[in-house]
């Protein structure tokens, strides 16, 4: 998974492209517990470009898309938001894949 690298990337990417964006922070122990399960996931739902989204760098970002809880996940597809798994509760890759399931 890359990381996000501005905000234009994003306003581009979502609508250019199927993307699951994982919002996430350095700080955040929920986040990295989600780590080592990621590309697992990525592999399953290769038709998305997962694209993480650092918070402390994005706040305004974050805001705007009213992403006030991390780790969290936002969907684009064919340009428009498909689904949200936004809030602040650790996550299981059972629920993240659930929650992508239910967007293909």
Not at 5 to 32: I, R, Y
Request: proline share 4%; charged share 30%.
């Amino acid at each position: 998974m890359r990381d996000l690298q501005s905000v234009e990337e994003f306003q581009a990417l979502k609508v250019t492209e199927n993307v699951v964006f994982k919002f996430t922070a350095g700080w955040c122990p929920d986040c990295h517990f989600i780590d080592p399960f990621m590309p697992e996931i990525e592999e399953k739902y290769n038709d998305f470009t997962f694209i993480s989204v650092n918070r402390d760098q994005f706040l305004d970002t974050c805001i705007e898309h009213d992403i006030f809880g991390i780790p969290s996940f936002l969907v684009y597809k064919n340009g428009l938001e498909a689904g949200r798994f936004v809030s602040k509760d650790r996550k299981t890759k059972e629920e993240i894949e659930q929650f992508l399931d239910g967007i293909i």
